[in-house]
């Protein structure tokens, strides 16, 4: 049984920052691209970063490129978003998501579990 454990997220006033995590556990962790994914009351779900099995491969939606980081520690099962220069607009639900495969995407339908998702609010 796979499972996601996220952690880190809060209120944050614009221009700061914050760390999300993601616990993995439950399949070989090494094995699987990993993915953030947001979302806002009254949007759908969205594409924020995913990162691959191996960690050497990173993407990220064009809003968070150059503010966001997305890295792995597979020794930890975790993987990372580390967020700056926040803007009210990231406000959201975060969610960590595990993928089908090893290749990393930014297709929500291509993955195949989720956490249970953790608050980022960003005051103006």
């Known amino acids: 049984q796979v499972q996601l454990v996220e952690s880190g997220g809060g209120l944050v006033q614009a221009g700061g920052s914050l760390r999300l995590s993601c616990v993995a556990s439950?399949?070989?962790?090494?094995?699987?691209?990993m993915g953030w994914f947001r979302q806002a009351p009254g949007k759908e779900r969205e594409f924020v970063a995913h990162?691959?099995?191996?960690?050497?491969?990173?993407g990220y939606t064009d809003s968070v490129e150059e503010r966001f980081t997305i890295s792995r520690d597979n020794a930890k099962n975790t993987i990372y978003l580390q967020m700056n220069s926040l803007k009210p607009e990231d406000s959201a639900t975060y969610y960590c998501?595990?993928?089908?495969?090893?290749?990393?995407?930014?297709?929500?339908?291509?993955?195949?579990?989720w956490g249970q998702g953790t608050q980022v609010t960003v005051s103006s």
């Open positions: 998501a595990e993928a089908r495969g090893m290749v990393s995407t930014s297709r929500i339908d291509e993955y195949e579990y």
């Open positions: 439950g399949r070989l962790f090494t094995r699987y691209a």
């Open positions: 990162i691959s099995g191996s960690g050497e491969l990173t």
